[in-house]
């Protein structure tokens, strides 16, 4: 365990890669193997391995402070632990009407995750708090997060128009429509934040993984690693639903090129992972509620370009 921890101190990126690797594989494996209810639970759990490995390496490698934010940490705890829960709960309410027991006792475990993530931001490692503070006190101006909630939503609205400009059909979900369609967007969006994107990969591959790699390289660089390795990270369970392995690299391009954008609006709000938290959240909440385009593809791609030539993301920081 000595020697462990010194390597990990030594390497501690390396480190990062090699536990959320390892533990989510592992769960993806079992739920590719028996997808059922428990497994699926797993697999939600596994999506948790980023945050979690952050919090152990800068456990491990961080400096401990004393400072009297204990019982604030805990009422945060509390409250996000219900919430969290009750969402999940919900969220399975409106898919399946019937609720196991299983899926009540899933979600009590499940929500301590979001918990453990948002009230981290009180920890008394230095590292850790570093990490985990914008939740609890956002970094930055407010206007990058209104840019982070609006960024996709009107790309794909601007393609939609284009497209609808050059005469050629749009096919929309179907949906519900007034308040029903606007609580499903809430919902949502409240369940992608706590367990689909928002509180357990972002404080992983831009709270910890980005700020070491930008020691080391240029932001341009950093995104293209990172980019890389968080898209291989989803292989096991996007593979199989490819039906050719280019489609697999069109989902790597599509990471980095993300990944970019991510880099980009970090380095703007001095560390604020609540604000590629919100990105990455409203981002696949649009995918399903917008319909993609080619128009909307297109500037997806244009944008980091003109993004690198704006703030010379090539040169290191």
């Given at each position: ?130 990490i985990f503070r914008s939740y609890i006190k956002p970094e930055g101006h407010f206007g990058w997060y209104i840019l982070a909630i609006l960024y996709l939503p009107v790309i794909f609205l601007i393609g939609i128009v284009i497209t609808l400009g050059f005469g050629q059909p749009v096919v929309w979900m179907s949906l519900p429509t007034g308040v029903e ?137």
């Open positions: 365990m000595v020697n462990l921890s010194i390597s990990i101190r030594r390497y501690p990126l390396i480190s990062f890669f090699i536990f959320t690797f390892s533990f989510s594989w592992i769960l993806f494996l079992i739920y590719i193997l028996n997808p059922n209810e428990l497994s699926t639970l797993l697999l939600i759990f596994s999506i948790y391995a980023p945050a979690l490995s952050a919090i152990i390496i800068s456990k491990i490698t961080g400096n401990k402070q004393n400072c009297d934010n204990t019982r604030v940490k805990w009422i945060t705890f509390l409250i996000i632990w219900v919430i969290a829960t009750f969402i999940f709960i919900l969220n399975y309410l409106i898919q399946i009407a019937d609720l196991p027991f299983l899926i009540i006792i899933g979600s009590i475990i499940l929500g301590l995750l979001p918990a453990l993530v948002v009230s981290s931001g009180f920890s008394q490692n230095l590292d850790i708090r570093a369609l606007f609580g499903l967007i809430i919902l949502t969006f409240l369940y992608t934040f706590f367990f689909g994107a928002g509180t357990n990969e972002e404080p992983g591959w831009r709270g910890f993984a980005l700020p070491k790699l930008q020691l080391k390289y240029s932001p341009l660089v950093s995104s293209l690693i990172l980019g890389l390795i968080w898209g291989l990270w989803h292989a096991p369970i996007y593979l199989p639903q490819y039906d050719s392995p280019f489609q697999f690299i069109l989902f790597l391009f599509n990471t980095i090129k993300i990944a970019i954008t991510l880099t980009w609006l970090y380095n703007r709000t001095n560390g604020s992972i609540l604000s590629t938290a919100l990105l990455h959240t409203i981002g696949n909440l649009t995918f399903e509620f917008i319909p993609a385009t080619l128009a909307s593809e297109i500037i997806q791609i244009v944008i980091p370009i003109i993004l690198i030539f704006i703030d010379r993301m090539w040169k290191k920081n």
